[in-house]
């Protein structure tokens, strides 16, 4: 079918650590992948995103990756904070203004 | 920072009745999206909207639901007859202006809807 999962339900590292989180897709026609960031009570917000015409792009402390060979999106993000614990979806596209189809979620818990 | 606004920020009803919940969108958007997560599960699309008519829509947006843009700013979604299962938290996003694929979305602090 076509949806978005994570691999692992939680994740737990020390701060300063760097954080890998993964998602796997089914959808080949998706060509827009976006990681979102939820606190406890909040929405989603933004982290980054990606087109399916490359295969990384990093931002401030957040780099993702896209290998479409194997339909597989990470996000890492660099010397890992206690701010930076949520839950993180990956979520997908397959054109403008069109559902986001959302994974199920990884929790990273950041201890200091 | 423009952000979208949701109203209110909890609500609580009877099975049976009706509620509407309230977007006001970052203001030069022109799509609009409801979504809701059940608690701890992920976020489930509902609805997406663009030129004042529904342009997808999901399983889950059957006859209970409808959405409307009253007005210029305003964007709301309508649970008629409500049911224990809609009991999540609903989320309102927009995006825009010039649309393309890596317009990314804004999401709202959500309503809380609890039916009893």
């Known amino acids: 079918g076509e949806s978005v999962g994570l691999h692992l339900p939680t994740l737990s590292v020390q701060e300063g650590d760097n954080s890998i989180i993964n998602c796997a897709y089914s959808n080949s026609a998706s060509d827009y992948f976006i990681w979102y960031k939820q606190e406890s009570g909040k929405g989603p917000q933004f982290i980054i995103d990606i087109r399916s015409n490359m295969d990384k792009r990093q931002g401030q402390r957040v780099t993702v990756l896209l290998n479409k060979t194997v339909k597989h999106l990470s996000l890492q993000i660099a010397a890992t904070q206690p701010g930076d614990s949520a839950v993180y979806f990956c979520?997908?596209?397959?054109?403008?203004?069109?559902?986001?189809?959302f994974g199920k979620g990884t929790t990273l818990s950041v201890s200091s | 920072e423009p952000e979208v606004t949701q109203t209110p920020s909890h609500q609580v009803t009877q099975m049976g009745q009706e509620v509407i919940l309230r977007c006001v969108p970052i203001?030069?958007?022109?799509?609009f999206y409801w979504y809701r997560q059940i608690l701890g599960q992920k976020v489930e699309f509902l609805v997406s909207?663009?030129?004042?008519?529904?342009?997808?829509k999901s399983e889950i947006f059957d006859d209970q639901f409808s959405v409307e843009r009253p007005d210029g700013s305003n964007f709301t979604l309508k649970i008629r007859s409500t049911k224990l299962e809609d009991s999540a938290m609903y989320f309102c996003?927009?995006?825009?202006?010039?649309?393309?694929?890596?317009?990314?979305?804004?999401f709202g602090q959500g309503t809380r809807l609890t039916v009893v």
């Open positions: 909207f663009y030129n004042n008519e529904i342009s997808e």
């Open positions: 979520a997908e596209s397959n054109q403008a203004g069109t559902a986001l189809i």
């Open positions: 203001s030069n958007h022109l799509y």
């Open positions: 996003a927009s995006s825009g202006p010039g649309g393309g694929a890596d317009t990314e979305a804004f």
